[in-house]
């Protein structure tokens, strides 16, 4: 599963990760985040994330 | 004249006037520092708030004529360093700024205006003359566009806002002042400026420590310039990122009718008998910016609060709300508070406390209107918990 960058603050979420001090189990795609999660370091949502390639 | 090292000047503005730094305590008032360069192409490091630009300008011009900076390097868009660049450059309209790409977006947005922009990288490299200048963005420590610049030639690191302290004085170092001091305001501006942002801070201070730093200068306060100094600063940044805390308690409560701090103190009393470190702060007398400068501090936090209209008091809410967004790490928590007919708003101060980071030990103890002297002895089983959880 594909890795995405915060263009904001460039915090990476890994889906091998998760989120898991907001309710997001690791295995959990990019996509697959809910539309309200934000970035847990500055706060930006995910319309501010891109792939990291 | 304020001279750093050779050529090298400090030419900041003193704010003696300052108590609050957008609601954070500041009783020993602040300095936004900059730093002029002189090289074939005079560099000036970071601005100052709005209104200390006259101060700023007046003490270049008493080092060279302002129209000679080529360079304003602008580690960091908030008003309190970038605030004066407007003023400057009518001294000295063809410099250019040096920033981060979110520098650039940010200034634009607070400016409006079409500076000649310099963007940098972290590891891009300025020459301005005989000196070289050396980027590193550190986003988030504090805002996305923060950024370092470092002089290998001389050894300085412009930290700009870590490693700051807000503080007032006509010394520019640490060890004119005092470290104790110097340490006690910095851990106050890590507490309220720094503190959500541990892993960013980690990754700063991983770089940094393959550079020979002889001198930290931060954006506010006092300079760092001898070893041991910069070695107990950056120690601290390290464990302050890490989330690591003291074996403290701290008790933060509000009170309407005396019935909480009753609790408070049965609290504080219990457990200063069993000889462990503790601390009382009402919420009437202390500070926001100072309590959440004890909770970096303290591993276990209590706080107690009455209910108003079934919510808890209106300061008790706002620390609440402070906290979660400072989010402190690895630590436990503890409510308690007085009510008179529904316990309803404890759960909001209780999941309040979770979202803050708070781990909380055992479920609130709340009393019914005045605690009599059984009900404060259930307090008793608190502090073996605390124990317990401190190890002590
Ligand atoms: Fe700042
Ligand atoms: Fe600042």
Redesign the interface.
Known sequence: MKKYRCT???YIYDPAVGDVDNGIPAGTSFDALPDNWVCP??GVGKNDFEPVD | MHKIKENIFWVGSIDWDLRNFHGYDTPSGSTYNSYLILDEKPTLIDAVKSYGSQEMITRIKEIIDPAKIQYIVSNHTEMDHSGAIDELLKYCPNAQIVCSPKGEEGLKRHFKKNWKFKVVQTGDVLDIGKRKLKFFLMPMVHWPDSMATYLESDAILFSNDAFGQHYASSERYVDEVGLDIAIAEATKYYANIVLPFGAQVLKVLDVIKDLKIETICPSHGLIWRKPDDIKKIVASYQKWALYQSDKKVLIVYDTMWHSTEMMAKYLFTALDKEGISVKLMNLQTAHISDVVTDIMLSQMILLGTPMLNNHMLPSMASLMMYMKGLKPKNRYGFTFGSYGWSTVGFKELESSCQEAGLELISDGNYIKFIPDAEELKSLDKTVSLIKNKLNV
Do not use: I, N, Q, Y
């Open positions: 904001v603050c460039g370091d500055c």
